[in-house]
């Protein structure tokens, strides 16, 4: 047979391929003409953003130290973005001048909580909060900072506790929210925890900044006893914006539930209007591992950052803060204060089709939008909405206010706060303020560019989210398997795991892009929804059902399920019990049959104890007997790493394709390989010598999975190869839990048997 070999986007694998010898039969081609039906033409000079580098924020520190980026900014000649890091108590420099290569420029301490920065002119202006805890003494200061030695001018006393800054277009002007925030664990006279008011107020700051800086001075623009605010002595203001014009600072004051529009050259204000209360429906409001976008919130807006669409209109993104929350935006107009347009529950649905939906965030505030910004970008107006749950930026066409169009979406990692244009070079920048360690979810620095062309080729089709997608109301996550239709080329299916209560098959149309899940089939016993956590799925020969492998939480409950095409359970085939009394929870992970249907092929994660090779079993299923044969999983020297497998394929009558992964993401992810192995035997039964099967390696997926730019995600677990020979392969995003949340689908190329 003839060795593997790999061409165009698969050119990494060549060399590794080649040098393994590999002789299973297995040529991986670019994709088929089928497989690259190209997408819809787009709106004649929308383009579209696609990303182009990653960078930890630990790069500018030690790995082994929290280290977030949140607000960000950039220097005018829009080559040096600078980002505040609160949990480092610094601010962090990131060189852009190749937006594909971001590189770590170093940080510098600020004493205290870094909560806004702003590039203008020569000067870098740093809002700190020193506050540490005492919420009765707020404290804060402006830290003036010269943007090429990075040392400090001036210290400005801000006289409480900063929040958000903005420079007006002109750069004559900053105005800083002074928040003053209340003590979630204080309780005023009268109220309940956390309640308002808790003095002392807070206030907009305003600093005419076109003067020796030695000359700069705070002046005040008292903010009590605005009509309609739910406590009159405690404003709470949260975000600031000037108006493209200079004239006016548009401010939220989240917790009142109220924006206000201030005249920051004359310290007044001019409007003030409260952000109103809606009733969302067709939500998803109950924590129950089930996506069901049928519920309905009355609640304030109560918004966090706020946008200029154009001098008139603002929008701002309704996170919501202690008593409310729209899980929306909201576009209004400035000098009525009426509502132009919500965004409703639209917003959620674009996550929810595209499977990042935070389901343990249900009964809370869902996506939570946090982070909005509006740019202009080749003359046309785009507003952006970050979500912090749901670790996605949406992007809109915003050139009439009371119509914006959804345009797309754009993966990030976890909790997108930065929202950051440069229109200068076609870029935006998101920095994401989530950092933990102990579950491999890391801060980071991401640049997209808009680009007009379409996405074309795999590797554009990389860069771009989503890569794969749901007709409206499909919710979906945690594809942790792949199995193809034997006649019908492009159509898969893949399954729930125990990221979700309701265990559902999902149809994909691999052929479309981004590839779409188009129905689903709720796998049910006894006639009740039915509870798995599946790892692998094979499409039965004659098209009449499925098989499910199906993980335990113990050996012994890990079994093999049969159903029927409309997804009800035909049986249960439990594992020889002397090998389930070995396993622990690393169990079955993949199932696949054989050419003729009669026998499954089953890939189980590791090593039970006392074994030092993991296996893969062989049923078949007229005699219902097992016997298996022995996989040696690669070695790591990680610490706290892991080699293990999570798929198995059939590729022809005598060999088989697994997916052998180490259970690490990020720069960390070293191991995401295919493997193939013959079978020379029909194995043994379990208590024998198992014997160790020879493997070879076919493709390293570790290239597809950095192709995109992003965080390179752990969980490669669902591979197939369709009817026409195309390699398909998805990774488990785990239902947005402790993960990014995102998924990467990609045709592999097309496997040529000899």
């Known amino acids: 047979m003839p060795s593997t070999t790999t061409r165009r986007g698969l050119r990494a694998a060549v060399g590794i391929v080649a040098a393994a010898g590999l002789t299973c039969g297995l040529i991986v081609t670019a994709p088929t003409a089928e497989a690259r039906r190209p997408a819809p033409r787009p709106t004649p000079g929308a383009g579209a953003f696609e990303r182009v580098a990653t960078m930890p924020a630990y790069l500018n520190g030690k790995k082994s130290e929290a280290a977030v980026a949140e607000i960000s900014t950039v220097t005018p000649d829009g080559r040096t973005v600078v980002y505040t890091d609160s949990a480092g108590k610094r601010i962090g420099f990131v060189d852009i001048r190749v937006p594909g290569k971001p590189k770590p420029r170093g940080t510098v301490a600020v004493g205290g909580e870094p909560t806004s ?26 830290l ?13 006393d801000l006289g409480g506790q900063p929040d958000s800054i903005d420079v007006s277009p002109d750069g004559r002007w900053a105005t800083i929210a002074i928040e003053n925030q209340r003590d ?18 807070g206030y907009l700051a305003s600093i005419r900044l076109d003067s020796p800086v030695k000359t700069w001075r705070v002046k005040r623009t008292p903010l009590t006893g605005l009509r309609g605010m739910v406590a009159p002595t405690d404003p709470e203001p949260e975000y600031v914006k000037i108006s493209p014009n200079g ?4 401010l939220t004051l989240q917790e009142n539930n109220q924006i206000a529009i201030i005249d920051h050259r004359r310290q007044k204000v001019v409007k003030t209007f409260s952000a109103g209360t809606a009733t969302v429906k067709g939500v998803d409001v109950k924590k129950d591992k089930v996506i069901n976008p049928t519920g309905s919130i009355t609640a304030p807006r109560e918004p966090d950052s706020i946008g200029w669409i154009d001098n008139r209109y603002v929008a701002t993104a309704n996170e919501g803060d202690w008593k409310g929350g729209t899980r929306a935006w909201t576009i209004f107009d400035s000098r009525t204060g009426k509502v132009v347009w919500d965004a409703g529950n639209s917003l959620e649905r674009h996550v929810i089709d595209n499977g990042n939906w935070p389901e343990a965030r249900a009964e809370k505030k869902g996506v939570e939008p946090e982070g909005l910004a509006v740019a202009t970008f080749q003359g ?8 912090e749950r749901a670790n996605v930026v949406a992007v809109y066409d915003v050139s009439n206010p009371a119509q914006p169009k959804y345009l797309q979406m754009l993966a990030s990692t976890n909790g997108p706060e930065g929202i950051l244009p440069i229109p200068s070079r076609n870029l935006l920048v998101v920095s994401s303020e989530v950092d933990e360690a102990e579950n491999n979810i890391r801060a980071s620095v991401q640049l997209y560019r808009l680009t007009r062309s379409s996405a074309q080729g795999k590797q554009a089709q990389l860069r771009r989210y989503p890569q794969i997608t749901a007709n409206k109301r499909i919710g979906w996550g945690a594809l942790g398997a792949l199995t193809a239709d034997p006649r019908k080329p492009g159509r898969l299916w893949s399954v729930t795991d125990s990221a979700y209560a309701n265990t559902r098959i999902l149809t994909i149309d691999a052929t479309a892009r981004p590839a779409r899940i188009t129905g689903t089939i709720p796998v049910t016993k006894a006639g009740k929804q039915a509870s798995y956590d599946v790892e692998g799925i094979w499409r039965k020969r004659d098209g009449k059902g499925f098989w499910l492998g199906v993980e335990g939480e113990t050996g012994p409950e890990n079994r093999l399920v049969e159903t029927d095409a409309r997804g009800a359970v035909l049986r249960e085939v439990t594992i020889p019990a002397g090998y389930a009394a070995k396993l622990g929870k690393q169990g079955i992970e993949g199932v696949s049959g054989s050419t003729n249907g009669k026998v499954l092929y089953v890939a189980f994660q590791r090593e039970a104890k006392g074994e030092d090779v993991t296996r893969i079993g062989r049923y078949d299923i007229a005699k219902g007997s097992w016997t298996f044969y ?7 020297k990680t610490k706290g790493d892991w080699l293990g497998l999570s798929e198995v394929t059939t590729v022809n009558g005598d060999t088989l394709a697994v997916i052998e992964r180490d259970k690490m993401n990020g720069p960390d992810a070293k191991v995401k390989r295919i493997y193939t192995v013959k079978l020379t ?6 208590g024998q010598k198992l014997p160790v099967l020879a493997k070879r390696l076919a493709v390293d997926v570790l290239p597809t999975l950095r192709a995109g730019n992003g965080w390179t995600q752990e969980k490669l677990e669902g591979m197939t190869i369709d009817r026409r020979g195309n390699v398909y392969v998805v990774t488990d995003n785990d239902g947005v839990k402790d993960a990014t949340g995102e998924t990467v689908f990609a045709n592999l190329g097309r496997v040529i048997r000899r």
């Not at 003036?144 to 400005?156: E, F, H, K, W």
């Open 117 to 142: 920065v702003y590039a203008t002119g020569n000067k870098i202006l740093v809002c700190v909060d020193r506050t540490d805890g005492k919420f009765s003494s707020p404290k804060g200061v402006l």
């Open 144 to 156: 003036v900072l010269d943007a090429r030695t990075r040392t400090l001018l001036r210290q400005v």
């Open 184 to 201: 979630e664990e204080a309780t005023p006279k009268g109220g309940d925890e956390g309640d308002l008011p808790q003095t002392p107020a």
């Open 247 to 250: 004239r006016y600072t548009a």
């Open 380 to 387: 046309r107006r785009y507003a952006f909405v970050g979500t």
């Open 630 to 636: 022995g996989y040696r999983l690669g070695t790591t």
């Open 681 to 686: 035997s029909k194995g043994v039964a379990d």
